[in-house]
């Protein structure tokens, strides 16, 4: 990584922009006329001919994600339209009407965000202005995210559309057309503004980059890219802090350190990896964007190699990856990380939630969905252990009998009996496989269909174990997340949550804080959260609160999950009546407050 050179992008002459003091690059860089449009050629054509020809509607809408031109765009037709010397359909740039309208200072142009401005004040006031034109000028209305507006709004707006003054021209954009209404849409002409391929966003960036003498390696600026997913103004963001930060650490090394973890089952070193990254800096949800990201990759290598777009280095590492995990397990992380992802939107702690699904990720052992069976019996067929195998039957022992099916068969079965009647709470280890083959056994692992039986779900509630062995920390970790964290008074819940688990043993679980401060007020609800842990693993869970130094990652309490060829029947029928009585149920848990509608 090299500094940024010493001339600041400020000093740097540039053609689109007088010099001036500090100003993002997204800014400086903000296209000016449509040519400068990245991406979007078939929106800026249609438009400059309109311009130029003198066949402009009064009304556009502009639909596509944020960040990717939908209000530049706007501002250069309002250019282009006003402009005293414009050039085939493009504005010049140097008029005073296009050097005012860059400025934001034209009384042309108008914006109303309406996430932040929706009410119906807001466009009467616009409306009534619209109604007032200066002769031989055009006035553009930008009206941001419309599908916001409210109702009162969206109806006044109509009004006007319906008899528009001659002089003016709504722009409308939205993330989200299908939510304007459908009277408005009829009377605009559409256009979709779509996301630039990464190729293209590099391309721009080593342009900027160049332009700004902003010193950053081609890999930097091909990482820097691919955090734009898509879209030319995130991309020039992340551009912007990593010019001031003298370079970009590799998202991609640090995320393969977890998918490595993920591989090899190792919940603590994917906490590790977790930790490192948060204690560097970096905020838990951008952590899990990288994360999917490189999953994605991942997926891709097993579907359509050619689709990944990495080096052939590290692509043959993804193919790998994709090859230990198998597709069932890919698909089950993207999904967790996805729905974390979501939740985070409104979690105190994102970083919990992260961290317990990725140890779900490496321990289907206690996860029952239907979905980590799945995985467990893909596994099993493949004939692969938790570690290191990578083909089927690779790391069979030589002379032993062919085994790999016949696990999978009793897995299989033990599914279809999870499905088929309620959990057995007596746990009934069965070493020696039955002498006939339970029917279920012929069928397909096919389903993750809810139950098929016409019984309703069993809604026992949670029966934590008899007091026994301590939990392990990845049985903490998932507990905290999924329950304990929740049911704490209000006064714990928020102290703990900013800390976690970080190790066990026989006696003691240690939690770990940010500072002394922070352990010592928790200090005071630690029997709350004793108790509370006392409650769901019915023993008692002793906790010493510890102080973390920000970058100390913490150490693995125990070494990894069990190989999967040790697959102990009794799991499957145990877990549920531990943890969850139906699929149902550990649904309704992990989205906390749905409702089931039945049909
Ligand atoms: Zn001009």
Redesign the pocket.
Known sequence: MTPPSETTPSEAPHSMTPPEPWKSLYRRYRPQRFGEVRGQDHVTRTLRNEVRDGRVTHAYLFSGPRGTGKTSTARILA?ALN????VDGE?????A??VAIAEGSSLDVHELDAASNNGVDAMRDLVSRAALGTPGRWKVYIVDEVHMLSAPASNALLKTLEEPPGHVIFVLATTDPQKVLPTIRSRAQHFEFRLLPTELIAEHLRWVADDAKLDLSPADLDRVARRGHGSARDALSVLDQVAAAGGLEDEAEAADEVIEALCERDAGRALVAIAQRTAAGLDARQVTRDLLERLRQVFLATMARSLVGLPDEELARVEDQARRLGPAAIVRAMEALGDALVAMRDAPDPRVLLEVALVRQCRPDADISPAALLERIERLERGQSGRGATDSGQDEPPGAEPKAARPADRARAALGGVRAAPPTPAKAPDPEPPSTEPPSSTEPPSSTEPQQNNEPPSRAAPAPEPAGSFPTRDELTLAWGDVVLAALPQRAKVRFGGGHFVGVDDTWATFALPNSVHRDRCEECRPDVEQALASHFGRPVPLRLVVIEPGTPPAPDHPSAQPDDEIDLSDLRDAPAAEVASPVDHVMQIFEGAEVVED
């Open positions: 250019k402009c005293a010397a414009p504005p010049d740039g140097t008029c009407s296009c």
